[in-house]
């Protein structure tokens, strides 16, 4: 996690996961693997395969650009994403009447899997990893991400057989979970 520049618009000094948007060259670029089958079937539900595939890319991308870790394996300069290390988690979508929006999908992927040097690119500070107890204690955490925490939390203590198939949750609006069908 990684506290948010002071000169963001969007949530300034908040801690926060890395993430950002798909960009367009993220529906052609190459993987080393598939995103696993209930990944790719939980991010189907709401958009097309290639945009699921597009996501996959760009959370491994964007992992590289905001804490220089690497899913995959690093080509001139460009990650080749492992997306069968990626499990879909849940989705938070922000209220219409808001400025500035997202519909973000929150996925996760063992520690182990990443590799390099952890260091930010500037966009998130204090880049490193929070043990839970000090992530929530720290007062810095938006509503919405203490919950996405929450959600990661109860997948964590899964047996991994019941990763695949479960309820997962979609947060609308007020931060309200629903279960998202």
């Known amino acids: 996690m990684g506290v948010r520049h002071a000169k963001h618009r969007f949530m300034p000094h908040a801690l926060v ?15 080393l693997s598939d995103l696993p ?67 973000a999908r929150f996925l996760a992927a063992p520690a182990e899997a990443a590799h390099g040097e952890l260091k930010g690119s500037g966009e998130l500070e204090t880049l490193r990893f929070f043990p839970v107890a000090e992530a929530q204690a720290s007062g810095r955490m938006a509503n919405i991400t203490a919950k996405v925490l929450e959600q990661f939390l109860h997948w964590l203590a899964l047996p991994a057989e019941h990763h695949a198939g479960r309820d997962v949750v979609a947060f609308r609006g007020q931060d309200t979970p629903m279960v998202d069908r």
Do not use: K, M, W
């Open 17 to 31: 996961f890395p993430g950002g948007r798909v960009d367009p060259t993220d529906h052609r670029h190459p993987s």
């Open 37 to 103: 089958h209930d990944t790719l079937g939980y991010l189907q539900r709401h958009t097309t395969p290639g945009r699921a595939r597009a996501i996959g890319i760009a959370a491994v991308r964007e992992l590289h650009e905001e804490t220089n870790l690497v899913l995959g394996e690093l080509r001139g300069g460009q990650v080749v994403a492992a997306l069968h290390h990626l499990h879909y988690i849940c989705r938070a979508i922000t209220p219409p009447p808001r400025n500035i929006r997202f519909h």
